[in-house]
């Protein structure tokens, strides 16, 4: 059983929280450098957007090779981020490790309780 305490809840959480996942699907022939994507092109990104964590999956079983996860304090901060001129860095970087046309996924977080 989780401790009440360990649930946030509106009142330990005052402000929305945006995540953009990018999830990659696996197809027929598709291609996937996890090692350089966890060691350059997700640190690349999270100083790119000046985030200091971001959470990655690697795929066991299901429709995605690989997903990671940002979080932003708000969808305008998200906006801008993605605005951000070395965003052009990032996307170019893509190429690097892939060759999957990612999905995006932009959520709030919604606490329980």
Not at 2 to 15: D, K, L, Y
Not at 78 to 106: C, F, H, K, S
């Amino acid at each position: 059983m989780i401790p009440e305490t360990a649930v946030p809840t509106t009142e330990t959480r005052s402000h929305q929280v945006i995540r953009l996942s990018v999830l990659y699907p696996s197809s027929e022939g598709a291609t996937f450098d996890h090692d350089y994507y966890r060691a350059h092109h997700v640190p690349l990104a999270m100083l790119a957007w000046g985030l200091s964590t971001a959470q990655v999956d690697k795929g066991v079983d299901g429709p995605y090779v690989a997903a990671v996860h940002f979080e932003f304090d708000s969808i305008e901060a998200m906006r801008a981020a993605l605005g951000a001129e070395a965003t052009g860095e990032v996307t170019a970087d893509v190429a690097n490790y892939t060759n999957i046309t990612p999905v995006l996924q932009t959520s709030e977080i919604v606490p329980l309780g």
